[in-house]
C-alpha cells in the first residue's frame, strides 16, 4: 500500500507524460521551453489570477514573494505555529523575524483571533515592524481569508497565501491560489499537484509584482535580456521537463483527480466515525484538496505504538507535524521562540495522516479504517 501513489498515476497517465517528455528531449529546450509558458498560461487560468511565475521549488516560491514585498531586517512576518519548516525559515532567511501564531483546532489553519492578538502585541512592544502575513492551506484547506484579508488591511500588512499543500481547494467559490497580494505553490511530488522532482509556482493579478517576480527568478534579468541585471535575484527556474510533466497531470487534476480524492476523503469520513478519533472537518463554503487526511487519536493513545502497529500490517502513516514552528533548534533563543501556541502544541502530540490520493479503492480506505481501530484498540 502507498501512503500517496504515484506510481499508480503514472501508469494511468504514462502515455501523456512519456509522450511530453519525449518531446522535450527531441526538441533540447531543457531550460525555459515552451513548455513552462503553456503551463504558466494553463495554471493562471485556473487558479483565476492574471499571472503565474514557475520557478525551482515552493521554498523559492515563499522568498520571492516575499522579497517582492521588500522584507529584511526589523520586520515581523506572521506566520501559523503548525506548519512545515519554509513557511518561517523563508522569512527568516531575508533578515525578517517570523512571529509564530497559533491555529484553529478544527481546520488546523490560521486562527484569525490569535493573528490579531499577535500583531497589536508586535505593534505594542515597538521593536519589530508589522511586514506580512503567511497563511498556509494546511492539508488542502483554504485559510479563513474572509477574515484574514481584513485584518491584513485594518493593520496594513502584506498577505502572501502559501498554497503549497493547498492547489485545488475552494473557498466561496474562489481558488486556493487566488487569495493573497501574492500567492504561491508547491509542485514536490507528493503535492496535489505534483512534479517529479522539484518545482514551484507564483501567482498573482499585479502587472508590476509579475514583472519583478519574472526578472529576480533569474538573476534579476532586465525584461527578456538575460545579460543586462538590474537588481540581485537568484537562479530559480522551473525545468522544462517538469513543465512538461506537469501538463498532463493538470488535466487529470482538473478532469476526475480533485472529484477522487474527496470521494475517498468522505468515504474515510464515514467509517471512522465511530471508532473515537477525531475526523477532519470542512467548513461551509470550502473544499479540500486533501494533501493529507489527518486525524487525531485519542489522548490517552500511544501514537508511536499505532504506528508501528499499523506498519507492521502494511498501513502507512506519516507525521504532520511532530513539532512546533516555535520549538524548532533554529528558531531556539530567539523572538521566535517566545510564542504561545497551546492548540499547536497539542496537535503536534496527536494528529496522524493517513493515506490518501485519488487512486485509492474502497477497499483500501476499509483496511486502513480497520488496522487504525485494531491498533487503537490494543491499547485499551
Avoid at 125 to 130: C, D, K, Q
Avoid at 251 to 271: G, L
Avoid at 325 to 351: D, I, K, W
Wanted: with cysteine; net charge negative; hydrophobic share 40%.
Amino acid at each position: 500500500m502507498e501512503f500517496r501513489d504515484l506510481k499508480k498515476q503514472y501508469e494511468v497517465l504514462k502515455n501523456q507524460i512519456d509522450s511530453r517528455i519525449a518531446d522535450v528531449c527531441s526538441s533540447a529546450c531543457f531550460i525555459s521551453g515552451p513548455q513552462v509558458k503553456e503551463l504558466e498560461i494553463r495554471l493562471a487560468d485556473f487558479v483565476g489570477v492574471k499571472h503565474c511565475i514557475t520557478c525551482a521549488n515552493g521554498t523559492d516560491a515563499l522568498t520571492l514573494a516575499l522579497m517582492a514585498f521588500g522584507t529584511g531586517n526589523g520586520d515581523a512576518v506572521f506566520v501559523p505555529d503548525f506548519t512545515f519548516f519554509s513557511s518561517g525559515e523563508c522569512p527568516a532567511g531575508l533578515g525578517a523575524t517570523p512571529v509564530f501564531v497559533d491555529v484553529d483546532p478544527v481546520t488546523y489553519n490560521l486562527d484569525p483571533d490569535k493573528l490579531e492578538d499577535a500583531i497589536v502585541n508586535v505593534i505594542n512592544e515597538g521593536n519589530l515592524t508589522p511586514k506580512a502575513v503567511i497563511a498556509v492551506d494546511l492539508f488542502g484547506l483554504p485559510a479563513d481569508y474572509c477574515r484574514i484579508t481584513d485584518i491584513c488591511r485594518k493593520y496594513g500588512l502584506y498577505l502572501l497565501e502559501d498554497g503549497a499543500q493547498g492547489f485545488g481547494g475552494i473557498l466561496n467559490n474562489k481558488k486556493a491560489c487566488s487569495f493573497g497580494d501574492i500567492s504561491t505553490t508547491s509542485f514536490f511530488p507528493a503535492k496535489p499537484l505534483g512534479c517529479y522532482g522539484d518545482g514551484g509556482a507564483i501567482f498573482t493579478d499585479s502587472d508590476d509584482y509579475a514583472a519583478y517576480l519574472r526578472s529576480i527568478c533569474v538573476h534579476g534579468k532586465s525584461g527578456e535580456d538575460k545579460y543586462n541585471n538590474i537588481r540581485i535575484g537568484m537562479n530559480s527556474r522551473l525545468d522544462t521537463i517538469q513543465a512538461a510533466i506537469l501538463i498532463p497531470k493538470l488535466d487529470a487534476f482538473i478532469d476526475y483527480e480533485f472529484e477522487a480524492v474527496n470521494k475517498f476523503a468522505d468515504m474515510y469520513s464515514d467509517e471512522l466515525k465511530d471508532i473515537g478519533v477525531i475526523i477532519p472537518e470542512i467548513p461551509s463554503g470550502y473544499s479540500s484538496s486533501w494533501a493529507q487526511y489527518t486525524i487525531q487519536l485519542p489522548g490517552d493513545c500511544n501514537r508511536a505504538e499505532v504506528q508501528s502497529y499499523m506498519k507492521s500490517k502494511g498501513v502507512p502513516t506519516m507525521l504532520y507535524y511532530a513539532k512546533p514552528m516555535h520549538l524548532q533548534g533554529a528558531f531556539e533563543g530567539t523572538y521566535s521562540s517566545r510564542a504561545n501556541c497551546p492548540v499547536t502544541e497539542r496537535l503536534c502530540n496527536n494528529v496522524l495522516s493517513l493515506p490518501v490520493h485519488p487512486y485509492l479503492t474502497k477497499e483500501i480506505v476499509s483496511e486502513v479504517v480497520g488496522t487504525l481501530s485494531e491498533a487503537i484498540d490494543l491499547q485499551k
